[in-house]
Antibody, heavy 121, light 107 residues
Framework: EVQLVESGGGLVQPGGSLRLSCATS????????MSWVRQPPGKGLEWVSA????????FYADSVKGRFTISRDTSKKTLYLQMNSLRAEDTAVYYC??????????????WGLGTMVTVSS | DIQMTQSPSSLSASVGDSVTITCRTS??????LNWYQQKPGKAPKLLIH???TLHSGVPSRFSGSGSGTDFSLTISSLQPEDFATYYC??????????FGGGTKVEI
């Protein structure tokens, strides 16, 4: 069974940094695009960033562009999200999500459990 | 950006009821519309993709329809485990997909 397990969340001061990890299993990691989606407390879902299956192309929401960096280590089957210059509005549960088909649109068939990021002084 | 309007934002229903949630987009997205279910403290789960295709393992009481700008999710004969929040997602602008605001289905 495919699983995604996020880690790396926590409490950080405004302006600080965190690196989230998403460990995967049971699928060919390099064949599928992966995304990060976040959910502020009590609110809806917001797409944050995506990495193409080849790993060559990255995409970011305007709200995080220039501050967040998505990457992966294929040998470790791990997706990362480096978050710098964090703001209070970045406070959310961060999920990694797998695209269902190796090509096509971002229908997310597998989601991680999520990791909470709190930005506060 | 494609705007998404999901309605209602919440609804009350009873076990056995049939409920319909709608999702409207600001421009045509063909059938690039997915539905997810989320329970408190849990990750979203895919229910329907491509507007009307039931994801593997999802009960047949869930159904989706629509194309273009107007879509709906129907749960026939609501079960206790169906009380949750439901989100639509447009994947037309992949990878910059967008989500609706959610519909909380309560008893």
């Amino acid at each position: 069974e495919v699983q995604l397990v996020e880690s790396g969340g926590g409490l950080v001061q405004p302006g600080g940094s965190l690196r989230l990890s998403c460990a995967t299993s049971e699928f060919t990691f390099s064949s599928f695009a992966m995304s990060w989606v976040r959910q502020p407390p009590g609110k809806g879902l917001e797409w944050v960033s995506a990495l193409s299956g080849s790993g060559a192309t990255t995409f970011y929401a305007d709200s995080v562009k220039g501050r967040f960096t998505i990457s992966r280590d294929t040998s470790k089957k791990t997706l990362y999200l480096q978050m710098n210059s964090l703001r209070a509005e970045d406070t959310a549960v961060y999920y990694c999500a797998k695209r269902m088909f190796s090509s096509g649109d971002d229908t997310f068939d597998i989601w991680g459990l999520g990791t909470m990021v709190t930005v506060s002084s | 950006d494609i705007q998404m309007t999901q309605s209602p934002s919440s609804l009350s229903a009873s076990v056995g009821d049939s409920v319909t949630i709608t999702c409207r987009t600001s421009e045509s997205i063909s059938t690039y519309l997915n539905w997810y279910q989320q329970k408190p403290g849990k990750a979203p789960k895919l229910l329907i993709h491509g507007a009307s295709t039931l994801h593997s393992g999802v009960p047949s009481r869930f159904s989706g329809s629509g194309s273009g700008t107007d879509f709906s999710l129907t749960i026939s004969s609501l079960q206790p485990e169906d009380f949750a929040t439901y989100y639509c997602q447009q994947s037309y602008t992949t990878p910059r997909s967008g989500f609706g605001g959610g519909t909380k289905v309560e008893i």
